[in-house]
């Protein structure tokens, strides 16, 4: 990189500016955490029964829910590999991009809607005359949400992976006259087997640290995970105690989970339908699209009932009066200023530690000290990782006590977490992009002698504009849709739009429920279309041609 | 009695999006036919719709005297070599050419030493454990016409198999390809974008343009024609 002196000298200053914040609060929050650990109330947390089986019950479920995610995500990724042109494919494709964008508490509330006590499923079967009904309160429930909400992200990983392999050994392996069992096993099994550890390390990770999914579908101590339980002991038990324990604890297996995450290769959904048209003859077979057909077919039930559900039930609901009351104005007000603060707040932070990373990267001589500061600021995603929100704005409630009230800070909580929740997948987006406009634009830039503000407006700005939007969109949906922090701080002086979901799903007012959720998740979806909508166009023309 | 043996397409008509494809030839049997024709004018087309990848619309294709209009690619008598991909890159060299006598890998004693020899016959002895990544581009290719010596069929197709080698090493390859069909005797159709290849290869060479053949022509009359300027454009590179 050809960078003037000042320019450099900039670009590294934001960057450790940049980090040295996130370190800050995320390093106040562990000492709190530590200190009170260390205190008189500590002492062996594994000696604690409770503890331990909060913890148990937190690995088990999470074991499960990878185990079962990954499974079934393969029959799914293989019969769409397999068949590039089954009619609604890309429709499918982009249906298993939903759950991902979606407030894991609006999933929620849809799958309760079909497999719930009054959900569809169980009404058909009382119907029907059966009288036991499909129990979604407890392991099976956490187990089928997070199944809903990791199968389409591990189908799509795979099925990327599958479009990857070189064309003709597909026409290789027609050929040679494979059937499918071999096409598994010499082909197929041998990608998926490379990608699987990265996978199931994200799944495991995500399951792990859930919150909002434990806290609507786990019931009572026999069904909860570390982060619900440190909700239950602060909002709850008032025991500030156990919830230090079970920080650290969180702390200790988020810090194992990434550690063995650290060696495996990260999954990437770049290549995704690619455009080329891929010929399966192995495909072809009657009996193999008879049978992709109808897996399919499942496969779209599973994912989009839930998803239609809440659509249905949203609009039954009285929505003209729901967006007139104050409370819904208000929380509305609220979100979007969190989000548009946490959104920019986290762009900006990327940028600094992407264009500082940059401008190290193009050091030819690096002092040790820079060395040390590109390695940081290379792991950054992995501290904010490290530390889950639950447990940040624990350790912040925990020190803010000592200033009154925490509930007073509780908006800036809660945007500088949600900032900081969204940096490692805006930095996913920020990164390439810059990477690309930089080598793009930098040796015409620097022999015009452009610097400073010109070239940020008529050079950066431009050529920027479009990934800025699209991680501020992203980070925003995310903040939008986030139960965690708010779940802490919330009260009736700070309502977030899901918080006011959540409360009326407590005071059982459900109808009002659904129709929130409807609106809130139609905003975060359109957000994250907005966000996607860079990559998703190339995923349409490969859907088009293929 | 020979020529029905070769390759026969009769009144073959295809459409591919806005395409159309017709195609008619009497090729002869046990001889080396090269395919050319500018990009995008149907060669490989006419290379998937022998191989099995596409069927046509309308008309027949007879290889080596059976009708193969509608038979599975891996029920025709026909081998083939790409020009890149051929190997799995994850499997070694035993288990690539193995899976062209057992496409299960059930692998008789008998079967297993086939293997090997044909490897040793592409020059390629004592490589059966290396995978593909540790090979050149030139032994890729020699382990790929081991495959197709061990499925032991009357036509191998190859799509220009040496485009992404040296130019060093295309003579090489192109005698050994040459030695392999003296050996077998089988029918050799290679689709080249290379002038001095077909020179060098062919017996008999189609000239493929705008979706039909517009030449179909021993080597001698092929090279010395003056009617198609097109083709004369082509072998003047």
Redesign the interface.
Known sequence: MILTAPERRHAIAGGAFSLAGIAVFIGLAVVTLLAAGIGPGGGNPLADPYLLRVLRFTLLQATLSTLLSILLAIPVARALARQPRFPGRLWLIRLMAVPMGLPVLIGALGLLGIWGRQGVLNQALSGLGLSQPVSIYGLTGILLAHVFFNLPLAARLMLAGLERVPAEYWLMAGGLGMRPASVFRFIEWPVLRGLIPGIAGLIFMLCATSFTLVLILGGGPAATTLEVAIYQALRFDFDPGRAVMLSLLQIIVTAAILGVMALMPAPDDHGLTSGRATRRIDGTLPATRWTDGVLLLFATLFIGSPLASVVVTGLKADLLKLVSQTIFLQATVTSLAIALAAGLLAVLASFAIVRARAAISAERRKTPGLRGLAIALSGTSSLVLLVPPIVLATGWFLALRLFGDPARFAALLIILINALMALPFVIRVIEPAYIVHRRRTERLAASLGLTGLARLRLVDWPGLRKPFFTALSFAMALSLGDLGAVALFGSDRLMTLPWLVYSKLGSYRTNDADGLAFILGLVCLLLTIAGTAGQGRHADEGGRNG | MAEAEGIILAGVELRLGAHDFRFDCDLPQGKIIAVTGPSGSGKSTFLNLL???ETPDRGGILLAGQDATSL????RP???V?Q???L?A??DLF?NVG??IS???KLSTEDRKRISEALARVGLAGFERRKPGTLSGGERQRAAFARALVRDKPILLLDEPFAALDPGLRAGMAELLTMLHRETGNTVLIVSHDPSEVRRLADHAVFVDGGAIRLSAPIDRFLTQDGIPALTTFLQH
């Open positions: 191989a099995g990848f599975h690619p891996s029920e026909v081998s083939l790409f890149d991909n051929n799995f994850h499997l288990t899976l062209g496409p299960s890998l």
